[in-house]
């Protein structure tokens, strides 16, 4: 875990048997957290397989089936977010992506982290600008972490 004074805490929890570089994960969540200005915020990011990003997406969307990312905003109360909140992401769902699309098993994990934390800071991608405006905003906090030596 990253910490300081002004360090975000990012928790990262492997849940499934997929070979995951976990300090990475840990680095870009609190890249992004910093460079969207939650630089105390707390946040928990947990890798899992299909069957259990199913359970979940069924349990709180109600759709069943695997999803890439879900995010979980935690709300402790006015001001300042330091509980941000969970994001979970699918090694499976980003294998058989990075596989269709020519990627890295790695770079499409990494962002399903950033969208799912995006989404923790009030990004969304409902509507086709929103999807637009956060598509970029993504592909560029990867590109600013993927830059640092």
Do not use: N
């Amino acid at each position: 875990m990253t910490e300081g004074p002004e360090a975000a805490r990012v928790s990262v929890a492997d849940l499934q048997e997929r070979a995951v570089d976990l300090e990475a994960l840990e680095a870009l969540a609190h890249a992004v957290l910093v460079a969207e200005g939650e630089p105390s915020a707390q946040l928990s990011v947990a890798v899992v397989d299909d069957e259990h990003m199913s359970e979940l997406h069924e349990r709180y969307s109600g759709v069943p089936g695997p999803t890439d990312v879900l995010s979980f905003p935690l709300d402790d109360g006015p001001g300042p977010q330091e509980l941000l909140g969970e994001v979970v992401v699918s090694s499976d769902t980003a294998a058989r992506e990075a596989l269709e699309r020519g990627l890295p098993f790695e770079e499409e994990l990494q962002r399903y982290v950033v969208h799912g934390i995006l989404h923790l800071v009030g990004y969304d991608d409902q509507e086709p600008a929103e999807r637009e405006r956060m598509h970029a905003r993504q592909e560029a906090l990867l590109a600013e972490f993927r830059a640092q030596p």
